[in-house]
């Protein structure tokens, strides 16, 4: 179940009934930014265990090892944790609740980042609050802690942009607030989250399209925000690198991860006179925009142009021609994001992807 109390681009309405007095208490509270602590995420990582086993051994449960016991003791003493008193008043009171905020311009990874979140909440008895909102807004990080402490959240997810602003971070950590991030970019380590191989997965995009005779490659760049359109495009250039291949720098254009900005990059690219005889797109977005830009410009996909996307995202298998793109396990790593802030997992995940060979790529152009 989506319980929606619109942060951001759901509606003025629903914004001023559901956060009116969050953001007056907010806009009230100038206190200086809060001091980094220690969080039980940092106690079970650095004890090698699970946030289910530090919380056994700080209630003093049975059915802990000794020498876990010792190694969750020390990393205590050497962080300096100290347990929030409330919460753990709180911790037979669950709300059974999770939060997941976002800011992404794809509605087609937001799709299934909702979907493999709700679906696993479902599954363990929880519910789901999704949380739109500006990636910018200097006020998220009183907000966010605002909506957590109001609907006694049990956790919240954060997605790309949001989970690199570390003031985001330092308010939630002082709250005492579970946090699990999707995908970080910066300091990875500090928070509970899951991740793919960006850089690897668009390393095996480059090699396709060289393994079909391709030299002249193009690539539509991610949003700069997003940790892992810079991860992407290091892969793949170091892919062609490593096949003897230069992209030339006009055959490299910025995107934002939006149809209409895949739409406007691809544009660019085919108008040149040496345009690209395939080109990889920063999401299936982007690489779907790079297909009806051919169709525009009477180029048949894959016979004079090669297209390639990422995220296997719906939207990947439903235009003609479906795409080739890399398998992005979003809806996995959000039920994995849920997992870890219910207790069920180690800290850190990663997840593997797979290159899906569809139509829209094949052999070089004679």
């Not at 807004?137 to 605002?146: E, I, S």
């Not at 995107?255 to 040496?274: Q, T």
């Amino acid at each position: 179940m989506v319980h929606p109390t619109g942060i951001g681009r759901d509606g003025p309405g629903r914004r001023e009934h559901s956060l009116t007095d969050i953001q007056r208490h907010a806009a009230n509270d100038r206190a200086p930014p809060p001091v980094r602590v220690a969080t039980i995420f940092d106690v079970a990582r650095r004890a090698g265990v699970s946030t289910k086993t530090v919380s056994r051994v700080l209630n003093n449960e049975a059915r802990v090892a000794e020498e876990t016991l010792a190694r969750v003791r020390a990393a205590v003493a050497d962080l300096d944790y100290r347990p929030n008193p409330n919460a753990r008043s709180l911790a037979g009171r669950r709300s059974y609740l999770i939060g997941l905020f976002y800011d992404n311009p794809s509605s087609n990874y937001m799709a299934d980042i909702k979907g493999g979140a709700i679906r696993r909440c479902q599954e363990k008895g929880y519910h789901l609050l999704t949380e739109p909102c500006e990636a910018d807004d200097p006020n998220l990080p009183r907000l966010m802690v605002g909506v957590a402490t109001r609907f006694r959240l049990d956790g919240l997810i954060l997605t790309p942009p949001l989970v690199d602003r570390q003031d985001v971070l330092d308010a939630v950590a002082a709250a005492h607030v579970p946090l699990v991030r999707i995908a970080p970019r910066t300091d990875p380590d500090r928070t509970a989250h899951v991740r793919m191989d960006d850089q690897a997965a668009a390393r095996l995009a480059a090699d396709h399209l060289a393994d079909l005779g391709h030299r002249r490659l193009g690539m539509i760049l991610g949003h700069p925000d997003h940790g892992a359109a810079e991860l992407r495009r290091h892969g793949f250039l170091q892919a062609a690198a490593d096949r003897g291949l230069t992209l030339l720098p006009q055959h490299m254009v910025p995107g934002d991860f939006s149809f209409a900005g895949g739409f406007a990059a691809a544009e660019r690219l085919l108008s040149l006179s040496d345009r690209p005889t395939a080109i990889f797109a920063g999401n299936d977005d982007m690489a779907a925009a790079t297909v009806a830009a051919a169709n525009k410009h009477g180029l048949q996909v894959p016979r004079d142009l090669s297209v390639v996307g990422f995220d296997d995202s719906p939207i990947a298998q439903v235009i003609w021609p479906p795409l080739t793109t890399i398998r992005q396990p979003t809806m996995a790593m959000a039920a994995a994001a849920v997992d870890l802030l219910i207790g069920d997992g180690e800290p850190v995940r990663q997840l593997g992807f797979d290159l899906m060979v569809r139509q829209s790529t094949g052999p070089v152009p004679r």
